[in-house]
């Protein structure tokens, strides 16, 4: 792969770093909870719900028409609430469901799912969830119990998100099920071009965190589908055009105070880590086994960024 660029960004010089990069955990599933939380994780970055909620055996809509509302959101609330609580005072970012409609199929109501052709680019993430605010309903009805139970350290991103519209819209459905939303913190996935071109604008509409989500950003980037083995050589998670897009959102995120973090599996990535830190990420998320060397990548190239500093000042 091309080398990765080593030329910092205009205002990287100008922003020296205050509080160092967090290394944060991704966690999967909530049987892996305390491992993640033994890492010493400085937070989950991504709560993925996909595989509890896939592991249900039924789709959400199944619920919904079964009249066992109550049985969905207790699942989600208990699993949520077991990395919740191996994580105390930390924040953990909890995406909202992102299963491609295929995933659903071949559960107890799967045959309701819509067929297509391309379920990467179809009904899922934030997309399905405006669409099915019952859906969408069902996860905020666990995130409300959780907060109204003290654990305000419990964030929500939404995926796929690919306008601020998608956020504001999103926001008002929480506002209108009772979120306290100037008050919880709620953020996005930065996973398609579109939504690093309208960064400013997602800024905004009041985003307080913005999270790369790579395996896809790099897939809708350059066109090349992640899961296929016939061009797997093309899938460069450091070609300069994704870069260019990572360097663009950090610095937007930068200069209006944001928090931007990665999820993706480059941020398990100690050489793209060190790139990132250099061009002022101000949090990565990791997988388990990935934490304790992107922990160090963290700390060689924070040291090498103040002893530089150190030495032009003196
Ligand atoms: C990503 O796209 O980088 C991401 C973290 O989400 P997922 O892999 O679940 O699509
Ligand atoms: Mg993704």
Redesign the pocket.
Known sequence: PPAVSRAAPATAAAAPIITGTLVKVNVSLPEAAARAAATGADGVG?L?IEHLILGLGKTPSWYIEHGAEEEFITELYTGIKTVLDAFPGKPVWVRTL?APTDEFRNMEGGEEEPIEHNPMLGWRGIRRDLESPDQFGLQVEAFKRLWAAGYDNLGVMF?MVNHPDEFTRARAIMKDLGVDVDNVTLGI?I?IPSSVVLIEDFIRAGIRFASF?????IQYTLAIDRNNEHVAEMYQPEHPAVLRLIDYAISACRRHGVECSI???AGSDPRMVTWLVEHGISSVSANIDAVRRIREAVARKEKQILLEAARRNA
């Open positions: 991504l993925r992102d995926p996935m996973e989500g790579t395996n896809d950003l999820c993706g599996q």
